[in-house]
């Protein structure tokens, strides 16, 4: 029998992206996420006169790709207003993350130069941070402008396995309430950390993932779920005795999906964290991304078939989930991990083939502008 206590909680094992550029060429949704919100940036940093320089921090950048055209953007539009202040952009992720490729593409270095700013604009400095954000993580009130998108749903630690599922959105009641609470208590550091840091009038704008009004969330917007598909798989793999039971509930996602009222909770009421801490509130929405890979298969039947569909699908399924699968396998070989990592995804590529229409993995994010008072 496994003793359930044992297997570990620790989750930076299993929180990076597939690296040397993987991860955001095979995720194109949450580059139109972000581009969507190019105007809140803009405005963000519109009536910022008072500093001597502007300090820009991307939270859970992963190789910098999906961002790279927005933070162009906004410099491209600093310059055109003739503000020739110094620039400095700090991308911050786990220390596992592939900063060299993120390094590379700022500088032009990568595949795709069109918006290598750093070389474009003069006096802007791009700088790395491999620590948390559950941190504080620059000198206190000297950043402009935090973003941060897609990653905040990333606790801290997992406050237990979750027994019968891979994630919180199929776990028993009291294992998604310990969730809920670590999610609770991480939100509030993430709080406290980004309002020590920003000036006053700085705004931290987030996008990530949750749960919106209609109950969707990622992958499960419609039809199939996506989670249920990992579950189903991966239990398959338990059944015919390809895994052991230890390595089922290893792979727990070290993610919660927040509620707009989990999310708001620290703004509401007059004693309040935000009060406390000099934050308010400005804007917070829901917001749905289609799967591109969907849609591009939904309006090109004639020439996208399900096989090609589902190799272009799987990939971004892939490109942040596999650490999850693959650290619960740790105690294998590489070549036993690989292939059953091969044998997993292709189930779900098979799954894919037989019904395409049926699985797209839509963005489901909660919009937030917080400005420090
Ligand atoms: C899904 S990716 C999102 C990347 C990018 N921001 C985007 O929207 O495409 C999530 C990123 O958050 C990072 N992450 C997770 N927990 C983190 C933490 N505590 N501190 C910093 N980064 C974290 C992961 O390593 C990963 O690179």
């Known amino acids: 029998m496994v ?161 019968e599922h891979v994630h919180m959105v199929g776990a028993s009641e009291p294992e998604r309430e310990k969730f809920k609470r670590q999610a609770l208590k991480d939100w509030e550091a993430i709080l406290r950390a980004r309002a020590n840091e920003l000036v006053p009038g700085g705004r931290f704008i987030c996008i990530n993932f949750g749960i919106d009004e209609n109950e969707r969330y990622l992958g499960n917007t419609g039809a199939n779920s996506m989670f249920e598909s990992f579950n189903r798989h991966w239990r398959d793999h338990l059944d015919n005795g390809i895994i052991t039971e230890e390595e089922f509930i290893s792979a727990t996602f070290p993610q919660h999906y927040r509620t707009v009222t989990e999310f708001s909770r620290p703004f509401i009421g007059n004693d309040c964290l935000a009060n406390e801490i000099g934050l308010k509130l400005n804007k917070c929405f829901t917001k749905l991304t289609k799967c591109p890979y969907q849609q591009q298969f939904k309006n090109n039947k004639k020439i996208v078939s399900p096989t090609e569909f589902a190799k272009d699908f799987i990939p971004t399924v892939r490109s942040w989930s596999e650490t999850v699968f693959r650290s619960a396998l740790k105690g294998r070989t590489c070549m036993e991990a690989d292939n059953i990592i091969e044998s997993f995804y292709k189930n779900y590529e098979n799954e894919v083939v037989s019904n395409p229409s049926d699985h797209s993995m839509d963005y489901v994010h909660i919009v937030m502008e917080i400005e420090r008072i």
């Open 3 to 163: 003793d359930k206590n044992k297997i570990h909680l620790n989750t930076q094992s299993e929180l990076s992206m597939k690296g040397a550029g993987y991860y955001s060429k095979k995720t194109i949704g949450a580059k139109i996420a972000i581009d969507s919100l190019q105007y809140l940036i803009t405005d963000a940093v519109s009536n910022m006169t008072e500093s001597n320089f502007l300090r820009f921090a991307d939270f859970g950048s992963a190789d910098g790709g999906t961002s790279q055209e927005l933070w162009y953007n906004l410099i491209k539009s600093i310059r055109a207003r003739g503000d020739q202040r110094p620039i400095e952009i700090i991308y911050t992720d786990l220390a596992s993350n592939d900063f060299s490729t993120l390094f590379k593409t700022m500088q032009g270095m990568g595949q795709n130069t069109d918006f290598a700013y750093q070389e474009e604009f003069e006096n802007v400095y791009v700088h790395a941070c491999g620590t948390g954000f559950h941190r504080q993580l620059v000198t206190s009130r000297t950043l402009s402008l935090g973003f941060s998108a897609t990653a905040m749903h990333y606790v801290s630690e997992k406050p237990c396995q979750i027994l």
